[in-house]
Nanobody, 128 residues
Framework: QVQLVESGGGLVRPGGSLRLSCAPS????????????VGWFRQAPGKEREFVAA????????KVADSVKGRFTISRDNAQNTVYLEMNNLNPEDTAVHYC?????????????????WGKGTLVTVSS
């Protein structure tokens, strides 16, 4: 049962930009979306899923992986129930299915045994 929906993926040339969006399709864990931590993860072909970025409930605290630091920015608009991942200066190594996830405790990653809601992912392809 899909509870988060990602959008904004696509094909982009190296050096280009994309903005991904993540929004709940329904209420999660009986909590407002604004009460949940949200993160972006990605999985490239043949590789493990990896952490990309996370944002606190208010949006005041963010964390991004070293591999995307300075290029990717995570933000959220709680009035719109949406979390964004702004991706700039993309390179072929960023090609992956990007997933968003939401959870109620732990930052920048959910605590062990915490319930996590995932989306189905959106594909980002960086190629000339």
């Amino acid at each position: 049962q899909v509870q988060l929906v990602e959008s904004g993926g696509g094909l982009v040339r190296p050096g280009g930009s994309l903005r991904l969006s993540c929004a709940p399709s329904q209420r999660l864990f009986a909590s407002p979306f604004s009460n949940l931590y949200v993160g972006w993860f990605r999985q490239a072909p043949g590789k493990e899923r990896e952490f990309v970025a996370a944002i606190s409930t208010t949006g005041r605290i963010t964390k991004v992986a070293d591999s995307v630091k300075g290029r990717f920015t995570i933000s959220r608009d709680n009035a719109q129930n949406t979390v964004y991942l702004e991706m700039n200066n993309l390179n072929p190594e960023d090609t992956a299915v990007h997933y968003c996830a939401a959870w109620s405790s732990g930052f920048p990653l959910p605590r062990e045994n915490d319930l996590v809601s995932w989306g189905k992912g959106t594909l980002v392809t960086v190629s000339s």
